[in-house]
């Protein structure tokens, strides 16, 4: 009789804007090895709309409905944000956590510059996706045209009310799960782009610093985009975590 090899399952949470096509490329490196499972936001993708004053624990709550237990939690950006609730909060769904070009108890002066592309994008919805691509994909960037073209449709395609509900939480949230992160017990890992200037590798510092037992790395010359940017890296370093904490081999 044959035994049956189960494998270990990752779950994928895009970050604000964007949706699960974002990991097109680093779904590539995953598979066939890994259950690789794309999780969309509310508001996002096929999703339906976010409400107006939607709450970080209502897009955990809504995601924690689509996760079976022991799931291996990548979140990226918004979704490392969604990821942590979810470790701290349901700790039974969650294997390992995985925050992918995270936030994490911004300063004043971090804040204050946030709430700006806040109210930047409230006042040009289009205007803000343009300064996204441009701070994600500077000319001189590596990353095919075609996927910085679709990314930016990507963006183009939210519905702008939708999209500032999902943005405000990304702007405040981590003030609110701060506090929570010395109380997450799961196996933990932050990592982060050298080059990201919004979640920086200072911001990863302090995550791993937060969090008990949790690592951090930094992928080095890389930007917010890993996933697109350096997908054959993050990767590596999601799958040397994984496989240190799973209990599938």
């Known amino acids: 009789m044959t035994a049956v090899v189960t494998r270990a399952r990752i779950a994928l949470i895009h970050g604000v804007g964007l949706d699960g096509s974002m990991w097109g490329p680093l779904r590539e490196f995953l598979e066939p090895e890994y259950d690789v499972q794309i999780l969309e936001l509310l508001g996002h993708g096929r999703r339906e709309k976010a409400p107006e004053g939607v709450t970080l624990a ?89 996927l910085v073209e679709a990314t930016r449709e990507v963006l183009l395609r939210n519905d702008p009310q939708s999209f500032l509900a999902c943005y405000r939480v990304f702007a405040t949230a981590d003030a609110e799960i701060a506090p929570e992160l010395p109380r997450i017990t799961v196996p933990s890992h932050a990592v982060t782009g050298g080059l990201d200037p919004g979640s920086t590798p200072e911001m990863s510092a302090r995550l791993a610093a937060a969090i008990p037992g949790c690592t951090y790395s930094v992928i080095s010359g890389a930007r917010h985009m890993m996933p697109v940017e ?20």
């Open 58 to 146: 209502e897009l955990a709550t809504d995601v924690a409905e689509r996760l079976d237990p022991g799931t291996h939690v990548v979140g990226f950006s918004l979704g490392a944000l969604v990821a942590q609730h979810l470790a701290r909060f349901r700790p039974d769904l969650v294997a390992s956590l995985v925050s992918v070009g995270s936030v994490c108890a911004r300063t004043p002066e971090e804040h204050a510059a946030v709430m700006m592309r806040l109210a930047a994008a409230e006042a040009d919805f289009p205007a803000t996706v343009e300064a996204s691509i441009r701070r994600w994909y500077p000319e001189g960037s590596a990353v095919p045209a075609e």
């Open 230 to 249: 350096r997908p054959q890296e993050l990767a590596d370093t999601l799958t040397a975590f994984i496989k240190e904490h799973s209990h599938v081999h």
